[in-house]
Nanobody, 123 residues
Framework: VQLQASGGGLVQAGGSLRLSCVAS????????MAWFRQAPGKEREFVGF????????KYVDSVKGRFTISRDNGENTAYLQMNSLKPEDTAVYYC?????????????????WGQGTLVTVSS
């Protein structure tokens, strides 16, 4: 599975961005997808997860109510809609999936990663 994340950029606090993660090489229709982020000097952090059917969604507390994960299995794509962005959301954002397609909040459990897309939120 190859994952490609895109959609990052520079946005003012309070603004919105939508990140996309396109999978190729293999369908991800039966795989959960996760988003992580890593700010400079910090450890990679779990942001959220969506199950293969979309029924299960999990978010880190700091983004609940602001970020929404969705997916389009027909397009082999997962999305991270980010609203009400804050400067502390500034990070490189990665999409990831596990070989077994299941859930974990630990980045070390994931086998396939997108290349990352930079989100910068100015105050």
């Amino acid at each position: 599975v190859q994952l490609q994340a895109s959609g990052g950029g520079l946005v003012q606090a309070g603004g919105s961005l939508r990140l996309s993660c396109v999978a190729s090489g293999r369908t991800i229709s039966r795989h959960g997808m996760a988003w992580f982020r890593q700010a400079p000097g910090k450890e990679r952090e779990f942001v959220g997860f969506i199950s293969w059917g979309g029924a299960v969604r999990k978010y880190v507390d700091s983004v609940k109510g602001r970020f929404t994960i969705s997916r389009d299995n027909g397009e082999n794509t997962a999305y991270l809609q980010m609203n009400s962005l804050k400067p502390e959301d500034t990070a490189v954002y990665y999409c990831a999936t596990k070989t077994d397609g299941g859930y974990s909040s630990r980045w070390t459990q994931y086998d396939y990663w997108g290349q990352g897309t930079l989100v910068t939120v100015s105050s």
